[in-house]
């Protein structure tokens, strides 16, 4: 199996930037699937973005896509969330998780290797 870890998470002030990273290691010459998620206080968890192995299809949360982006570095087995303009509604602990194959999907329940999280705070 692979695990993931997220890392990049704080405290900012509305309007800045952060990149969250997800480091993949085990088995990682499978193929999978990855993606961003992320679960606030007293609301469901959302899917924020995914990208297939091979980097070349990504989805991105319409809402979000304006701000957020998606990419990896497959010799790093890294994938990156890059967030703009951040806002306090975007506080959250921001989950990464992967999926096995090769195709493409934004159905979270697919997705069965989760990290711990990593806690995002937008002060106003």
């Known amino acids: 199996q692979v695990h993931v870890r997220e890392s990049g998470g704080g405290m900012v002030q509305a309007g800045s930037s952060l990149r969250l990273s997800c480091a993949a290691s085990g088995r990682t010459a499978r193929a999978y699937i990855m993606g961003w998620f992320r679960q606030a206080p007293g609301k469901e968890r959302e899917t924020l973005a995914t990208i297939n192995w091979s980097g070349t299809h990504t989805f991105v949360q319409f809402s979000l896509s304006d701000r957020f982006t998606i990419s990896k570095d497959n010799a790093e087995n890294t994938v990156y969330l890059q967030m703009k303009r951040l806002k306090p509604e975007d506080t959250a602990v921001y989950y990464c998780?992967?999926?096995?194959?090769?195709?493409?999907?934004?159905?979270?329940?697919?997705?069965?290797?989760w990290g711990q999280g990593t806690q995002v705070t937008v002060s106003s």
């Open positions: 998780a992967a999926a096995e194959g090769t195709g493409f999907t934004t159905d979270a329940t697919r997705f069965n290797y």
